[in-house]
């Protein structure tokens, strides 16, 4: 069974530009999360999608959105970049709540 | 306020070298305690799932266990390739799917 996968691996950009980070997740899973992993801090939820509707939000600037299609891939945006926003941004998957299935990531350089 | 701590924040063992890792945890409601593995700059990786007090989970050379108010990771006769961080993470029963994670122990295993 293929795993969660995100696209790309790798992002840089300048400050002030938009950045869009991609993710589909496992077969059968409806659920979408998105996590920011900045240097030094833990894991720090982000947004959750479920059925192609956002069902939660962290607390983060509305700067980040995102969205859900109907095959269950998802997508961040994150509009105008700021340097802190660097960080790898994980994405998770699940079929229901419980044990949520991660993807290798995508690290945003912000320069 | 849900909040989990994780001790100690870093642990050097010698192979062999059994110990344990801890995670404290308060949280309005426990659906579930989950540990993960995280390799530098990777996903983290899914190791167990716990759901109430008593419960015992274990994978080869580690056992995690769960109290009312905190879980143990218990690492018996580690291996070099058991470096890497351990994170662990509570999801709330109510209104919320997002898991609430800890800054994780950084282990290192010497031969």
């Known amino acids: 069974e293929a795993g969660v996968t995100q696209s790309p691996t790798h992002l840089i950009k300048t400050r002030g530009q938009q950045a869009t980070l991609r993710c589909s997740p496992i077969?059968?899973?409806?659920?979408v999360y998105w996590y920011q992993q900045a240097l030094g801090l833990g894991l720090q939820f982000l947004l959750w999608?479920?059925?192609?509707?956002?069902?939660n939000r962290g607390n983060f600037p509305p700067r980040f959105s995102g969205r859900q299609f109907p095959n269950y891939s998802s997508e961040l945006n994150v509009n105008a970049l700021e340097l802190e926003d660097s960080a790898l941004y994980l994405c998770?998957?699940?079929?229901?709540?419980?044990?949520?299935?991660f993807g290798p990531g995508t690290r945003l350089t912000v320069l | 306020e849900d909040q989990v701590t994780q001790s100690p924040e870093a642990l050097r063992l010698q192979e062999g070298e059994s110990s344990s890792l801890n995670c404290s945890y308060t949280?309005?409601?426990?659906?579930?305690l989950f540990w993960y593995r995280q390799d530098p700059g990777k996903g983290p990786e899914f190791l167990f799932t716990?759901?109430?007090a008593g419960e015992e989970k274990e994978k080869e050379r580690l056992k995690a266990t769960l109290t009312k108010k905190e879980s143990f990771l218990h690492i018996t006769a580690p291996k070099p390739e058991d470096s890497a961080t351990y994170l662990c993470?509570?999801?709330?029963?109510?209104?919320?799917?997002?898991?609430?994670f800890g800054t994780g122990t950084r282990l290192q295993v010497f031969p």
């Open positions: 998770a998957s699940s079929r229901a709540p419980g044990e949520q299935f």
């Open positions: 077969s059968g899973h409806t659920s």
């Open positions: 999608y479920d059925e192609g509707e956002e069902r």
């Open positions: 949280v309005s409601g426990l659906r579930g």
């Open positions: 716990l759901y109430s």
């Open positions: 993470a509570v999801q709330r029963l109510y209104n919320t799917d997002k898991l609430i």
